[in-house]
C-alpha cells in the first residue's frame, strides 16, 4: 500500500483547501481511510475518518460543521474538504489506511493557515 497526499498549502483564514490522497494498492474498498494532522510541538491528532464502504464518517469536534471527508472507491481515493480555515488548523495533514490490524501513513501535505 501506498498513499499520497495533495492539495495543501497556504490559505487565509477563513480560506478553504480540499486535500487528497490517493492509495495504490489493492482493494481499497476494504480500507478504513483516516486524516490526521500535526501541529508543531503537538501530538499529531484525528481529524476524520471515513469507513471503507463511506458509510460512516467521523471529526474531530473542532471540525464539525467545517472539514467534510468523502472517499471515491473506483479513483482509490480519499478527500478532505475543509472550509473556514482558522490558524489553529495549521499543520502537516496525513492520511492513514486501516485494515486487519495493519496501518499505512501517507507522506503528509503542508497546510499553513495565515493572513
Known amino acids: 500500500v501506498h498513499l499520497v497526499e495533495s492539495g495543501g498549502g497556504l490559505v487565509q483564514p477563513g480560506g478553504s483547501l480540499r486535500l487528497s490522497c490517493t492509495f495504490s494498492?489493492?482493494?481499497?474498498?476494504?480500507?478504513?481511510m483516516n486524516w490526521y494532522r500535526q501541529a508543531p510541538g503537538k501530538e499529531r491528532e484525528l481529524v476524520a475518518g471515513?469507513?471503507?464502504?463511506?458509510?460512516?464518517?467521523n471529526y474531530l469536534d473542532s471540525a464539525k460543521g467545517r472539514f467534510t471527508i468523502a472517499r471515491d472507491n473506483v479513483k482509490n481515493t480519499v478527500y478532505l474538504q475543509m472550509n473556514g480555515l482558522k490558524p489553529e488548523d495549521t499543520g502537516v495533514y496525513y492520511c492513514?489506511?486501516?485494515?486487519?490490524?495493519?496501518?499505512?501513513w501517507g507522506q503528509g501535505t503542508q497546510v499553513t493557515v495565515s493572513s
Open positions: 492513514k489506511a486501516t485494515w486487519s490490524g495493519n496501518d499505512y
Open positions: 494498492g489493492f482493494s481499497f474498498r476494504r480500507y478504513d
Open positions: 471515513i469507513s471503507g464502504a463511506g458509510t460512516s464518517t
